[in-house]
């Protein structure tokens, strides 16, 4: 990851409005962080999965899990996998992550090193009717609410 993109990743997950500390659904996943290091490949392997298995919780997940673990590779390695699945991208459209001026205001600045920003959002709203049979209004709203920021670069 750029190192643009890297700080602006942490400002995302910095101002993430997560709630409380690591639950048991999150468990697994700060165990694969804190615990990188041992076995590097196993906990690539492992995050991946979890990643695709449940793609929008695994984002909540994610971000309580940066924002306790200890800095580290387990850290970075997940940072990164967020960024190349999208899953910032994701993020500004979850309302539990981000009010919704936040997330504008995160688009906006987001626009800056990602190009193809608005183009992503609008991919978000297809996604959505492709894994769920339809839409979900109030996300697409939010989507359709960021991606004018991402325009007005």
């Not at 602006?8 to 101002?15: I, P």
């Not at 999965?49 to 940066?66: D, G, K, Q, T």
């Not at 991208?89 to 936040?102: G, Q, Y």
């Not at 997330?103 to 991919?123: D, F, G, H, I, Y």
Request: hydrophobic share 40%; charged share 30%.
């Amino acid at each position: 990851m750029e190192r643009c993109a890297e700080q602006l990743f942490r400002e995302f997950v910095e101002q993430a409005q997560v709630d409380g500390s690591i639950n048991a659904k999150d468990k697994l996943l700060d165990i694969l962080v804190t615990g990188f290091e041992t076995n590097p490949g196993q906990a690539q392997r492992e995050m991946r999965r979890l990643s695709e298995s449940e793609p929008r919780s695994f984002i909540s997940s994610a971000f309580r899990v940066l924002k306790a673990a200890p800095e580290g590779s387990g850290q970075v390695y997940l940072r990164e996998l967020l960024w190349e699945n999208d899953g910032g991208i994701a993020c500004l459209s979850e309302p539990t992550l981000f009010p919704l001026d936040r997330a504008v205001q995160l688009a906006r600045n987001w626009a800056r090193v990602e190009p193809t920003l608005s183009l992503k959002l609008l991919q978000l709203i297809f996604a959505d009717e492709r894994q769920q049979g339809g839409v979900d209004i109030a996300r697409t709203r939010r989507i359709l609410a960021d991606e004018p920021a991402a325009l007005a670069r």
